[in-house]
């Protein structure tokens, strides 16, 4: 009998998982809507959707079923991103939640409040976006 080699995994798998880890206990340690925990959102989004720009993944067939795809997600996207723009720039103060006109963040910070909860927040919140920008 012959051994099968052992599967080694990607060289960058550890420093990406310890890096959302930290990155994720750094956001966790934030004070909600403040510059640091912006910052903590934008800068690793701004990095991940330019390493996703450049990236060039094969071509998939163009069908009716992938461009319906395309229009719904596309619009659901768009629309999520109005509201959330509407709603923040309707607030009277963009450092404190509004009631009146609540984004997502406000509508999650009640759940989000504990330091163990948003940490798990923060995680997938990475998760889903590693997820997103992978496929």
Aim: zero cysteines; glycine letters at 6%.
């Amino acid at each position: 009998m012959t051994r099968e080699p052992a599967r080694s995994e990607p060289s960058w798998r550890v420093p990406l998982l310890a890096a959302s880890a930290v990155l994720a206990a750094g956001g966790a340690a934030t004070r909600p809507f403040s510059w640091s925990a912006t910052a903590l959102v934008g800068v690793p989004a701004a990095v991940v959707a330019v390493l996703a720009w450049r990236a060039r993944p094969e071509q998939s067939p163009r069908t009716a079923r992938l461009r319906r795809g395309a229009v719904v997600w596309s619009t659901l996207l768009v629309v999520a991103a109005g509201w959330e723009v509407y709603a923040l720039a309707r607030q009277p103060d963009w450092t404190r939640p509004s009631a009146e006109h609540p984004t997502l963040s406000t509508l999650l910070d009640p759940a989000l409040e504990q330091w163990p909860l948003r940490f798990a927040g923060w995680l997938v919140w990475l998760g889903v976006g590693w997820w997103l920008v992978s496929r």
